[in-house]
């Protein structure tokens, strides 16, 4: 089973919908991250939480909410979807107690979402 | 703006020969960096990372290089197989914040 888990795979959805992304992760981490992939823009970072009271905004938050349901489920949100939010989304996770060592974040496969 | 700059958006290699991937960040006070592999349908993968306090880091044919006067990162891949066919980001932070990272590089190795 993969370590990190995300639904649904795939989404169209019309402008105004409300619609959550989920991510679980089975890896015991207690960092989550949400990233937006777009072509030729990379992966910006929408939300992360390094536990599940600690949730901060990253470079793109507008139109964005999230929540950290316990430390191995962390929810995004789009509260009235909007075309240009659609792209590919990625959870990831990572491990504070090898922050000052190793930092890799590890990613789910990925949500892609049109918004129509 | 862009922290993290990739500014080449493909490359193609023949097998065998070494790939070079380039980087160039503009927050000095990163200290961590790192590449990942992407494959079409799948999450970023990681490949390998580098302190700011080396130069180098070697896993296998996997290479990163370092030039922090320059704010320059490299990943050489030697010998380049089909299978390093992908595209590849690489990302930096600063201590335990978050990571930037760049528009990405794809990589295409020609059998």
């Known amino acids: 089973d993969a370590d990190v888990t995300q639904t649904p795979r795939n989404r169209i959805t019309k402008t105004g919908k409300r619609i959550m992304l989920e991510c679980s992760q089975t890896k015991g981490h207690d960092r989550m991250y949400w990233y937006r992939q777009d072509p030729g823009l990379g992966l910006r970072l929408i939300y992360y939480s390094f536990d599940v009271k600690d949730i901060n905004k990253g470079e793109i938050s507008d139109g964005y909410s999230v929540s950290r349901q316990a430390q191995a489920k962390f929810s995004l949100s789009l509260e009235s979807a909007i075309p240009n939010q659609t792209a590919l989304y990625f959870c990831?996770?990572?491990?504070?107690?090898?922050?000052?060592?190793?930092?890799?974040?590890?990613f789910g496969p990925g949500t892609r979402l049109t918004v129509t | 703006d862009q922290q993290v700059k990739q500014n080449s958006p493909s490359l193609s290699v023949q097998e065998g020969r070494i790939s070079i991937l380039n980087c160039d960040y503009t927050?000095?006070?990163?200290?961590?960096f790192l590449w990942y592999k992407k494959y079409p349908a799948e999450g970023p993968t990681f490949l390998i990372s580098i302190s700011s306090i080396k130069d180098k880091n070697e896993d296998g044919r996997f290479t990163v290089f370092l030039n922090k006067s320059a704010k320059h990162l490299s990943l050489h891949i030697v010998p380049s197989q089909p299978g390093d066919s992908a595209v590849y980001f690489c990302a930096a932070s600063e201590w335990q914040n978050q990571f930037y990272f760049g528009t990405g590089t794809s990589l295409t190795v020609i059998p």
């Open positions: 927050n000095s006070m990163f200290d961590y």
């Open positions: 990831a996770t990572s491990d504070s107690r090898l922050a000052g060592v190793r930092r890799e974040q590890y």
